[in-house]
C-alpha cells in the first residue's frame, strides 16, 4: 500500500518521492507523556476520557481518544467531533 501511495503521489507530483519505504521492523511504544499530545492539554476533555479508560493503556489505544486529538489538532465542528466520539465508543464497548 506503501509503495501503491507512493507512486500515486509520484504521478501527481511529477517527480520522484526520495522517502525511503521499508518493511515494518520493531515497534517501540512511546513514553506515556508523548501519547494524545494535543488531548492531554484539555483538561475537560481528559476528564471525559479517563473516565472512560482508567488505565493508561486503554487510553493509549483507545480510538476514541485517537480521534478526539486529531480534532483538537486540527480543528473541526462540535457535531462531527459528537459523531465520531459516539461511534468510537460505542466500537470500544462492543469489542
Not at 507512486?7 to 518521492?17: D, F, H, N, T, Y
Not at 476514541?64 to 468510537?88: D, F, I, M, V
Amino acid at each position: 500500500m506503501a509503495l501503491e501511495s507512493a507512486a500515486q503521489i509520484e504521478s501527481k507530483l511529477g517527480r520522484s518521492v526520495t522517502t525511503e519505504i521499508l518493511p515494518a521492523s520493531r515497534f517501540f511504544r512511546a513514553e506515556d507523556y508523548h501519547q494524545k499530545y494535543r488531548l492531554r492539554r484539555s483538561a475537560p476533555w481528559m476528564r471525559v476520557m479517563e473516565a472512560a479508560h482508567p488505565d493508561q493503556r486503554g487510553f493509549t489505544d483507545s480510538t476514541a481518544a485517537a480521534r478526539l486529538n486529531g480534532h483538537l489538532s486540527a480543528g473541526g465542528s462540535e457535531e462531527a467531533l459528537r459523531e465520531q466520539l459516539e461511534r468510537s465508543l460505542l466500537r470500544e464497548q462492543n469489542s
